[in-house]
């Protein structure tokens, strides 16, 4: 099983909107509905932002956003803030194993 | 307040079995949740290792299924994670991790900790 596929990079400037993609197969993103997405600042650990494709963890803030379409799920991140300057990485069940995308470095300009 | 606190040694030798602990604080291990591992080499992205069930069921990773012993110490609210024949690859920062009873998302983690494979 190949990791699931996210852009390297994404970015916007304080107040705008970013949305990254988390591509896979029908054998994962697109065939259950456990997909979860984490943020992760530098030498820290990763925290639950998404789950079950759309689903905010009590004390997310409403500006994150999940959504998927086929085998592409997506984070929005809308009304962006320095704080939200971190690595973002997407995850799946497959069968019998639990998927991690690429990850994605989002930067606030 | 769940708390999750990793602890072993920090170098390991080539060959050598990786031995870590994770010590549970303000809730018992012994529920439906499931407690496990994931990694991350240095600069890299994260790869699910492996959950454990206090039932001691366990689910692994099929590419590091062969080399992974994990186990769960009920009383003293611990869960452990022992990967066999490290080489350097198997230098990462490992996270234990808190799983709900039947989704995949993991909504607590450790710290993480750093462990090297060095001669």
Redesign the interface.
Known sequence: QSALTQPPSASGSPGQSVTISCTGTSSDVGGNSYVSWYQQHPGKAPKLMIYEVTKRPSGVPDRFSGSRSGNTASLTVSGLQADDEADYYCSSYATSIILFGTGTKVTVL | QVQLQESGPGLVRPSDTLSLTCAVSGYSISTSDWWGWIRQPPGE????IGYIHYSART?Y??SLKSRITMSIDTSKNQFSLKLSSVTAVDTAVY?CIKKGPI?????I????TLVTVSS
Do not use: A, K, Q
């Open positions: 992205g994260l790869e699910w689910y990773n099929p996270y989704s995949t998302y993991f909504d983690w450790g710290r993480g």
